[in-house]
């Protein structure tokens, strides 16, 4: 049984202090941590009863049912019940039967890293301490930018990993940002991982997007109707948004690391980086091969405007 001593809020560098004054008897300590703030949250795996229920609507996804009002209204009003931040074990005196006599005690850094005691070793807080170091990063960085470019700090943003829909086909499935929770959702699914530095700041520039525009929830028509807002599109402001959120993640990436994105793959993420824009051979290889598209052929794909592609 393990009494809780409070909960206390970690400074720029990591470091906590909590004091607890007691009988002077000898104690064990454990401390766990939690990916929460009031600019952003951290959702691991959620099997919660909502979670559960919303996913079994046949062919229903966040992003893409904002035409039926009810379900509408079922995510604004579960968007936070649905998942939940969790308390992560760092340390525990009793793993390595210590006791502590009373006075100060310093507990030693503790690193999100392979081989680590406790969850630091594990593979998804590790990885949630990295989306929560890169979102601060980011959010510092706009925040320098001025008022007019942060992002909102009255909205708190948040990102669940890992996330797959049981209802929807692993091979259509793709990470997205919901412009209504102001959450992004990072797949993981029997086709693979979507987790790499390119999907966690492309997807957070279309938040912030979604912040210093209008219409956003056309994206969600447009996904609900065509299956995906990559690849060649209709409408030009579809592109616009998905062309900005990849152009902003290459900006990002070179303010942050001092260096530009060079396209290589990782082996974390399903496809690589493309630089822009694309020539038009490249695009006339990928099918588009006029300029305009002919009259009365809106929807011949073979003769796709090349001033309205977007990245793939």
């Not at 909590?18 to 795996?45: A, C």
């Not at 992003?63 to 009002?69: A, E, K, Q, R, V």
């Not at 931040?85 to 392979?114: L, P, Q």
Request: glycine content about 8%; proline content about 3%.
């Amino acid at each position: 049984t393990w009494n809780s001593w409070g909960t206390t809020r970690t400074n720029s560098d990591g470091a906590f202090l909590i004091t607890k004054q007691k009988d002077g008897g000898k104690r064990q300590f454990k401390i766990e941590v939690l990916f929460k703030s009031g600019r952003l949250k951290v959702y691991p795996e959620n099997n919660s009863v909502i979670s559960g229920f919303l996913d079994t609507l046949t062919g229903w996804n966040p992003i893409t049912s904002f035409l039926d009002n009810l379900l509408e209204s079922v995510l604004e009003n579960t968007s936070r019940l649905t998942f939940d931040v969790k308390w992560i074990e760092v340390h525990n005196d009793k793993d390595a039967d210590i006791e502590r006599s009373s006075g100060s005690h310093r507990i030693n850094t503790m690193t999100f890293k392979s081989g680590a005691r406790q969850e630091l070793g594990n593979i998804i807080p590790q990885r949630h301490a990295q989306i929560w170091f890169l979102y601060h990063r980011i959010f510092e960085l706009f925040d320098d930018f001025g008022t007019d470019v942060a992002f909102d700090a009255g909205k708190t943003l948040a990102i669940k990993y890992s996330h797959s829909n049981p209802q929807i086909d692993d091979t259509v499935e793709t990470p997205y940002a919901n412009p209504q929770t102001n959450t992004i959702m990072v797949i993981e699914n029997a086709r693979g991982s979507f987790y790499s530095l390119e999907t966690l700041i492309h997807e957070l520039m279309h938040l912030w997007a979604y912040q210093h525009s209008r219409g956003e929830l056309g994206l969600a028509w447009q996904l609900s109707v065509h299956g995906t807002t990559h690849g060649r599109q209709e409408e030009p402001w579809v592109s616009a948004h998905e062309g900005f959120a990849q152009w902003a993640f290459f900006k990002t990436y070179q303010k942050l690391f001092g260096k530009t994105a060079t396209g290589q793959a990782s082996k974390n993420t399903l496809h690589g980086w493309h630089v822009l824009p694309f020539s038009r051979s490249f695009l006339n290889r990928k099918g588009m091969t006029n300029q305009n598209r002919r009259a009365g052929r809106p929807n011949d794909h073979n003769r796709w405007d090349l001033r309205r592609c977007t990245h793939y």
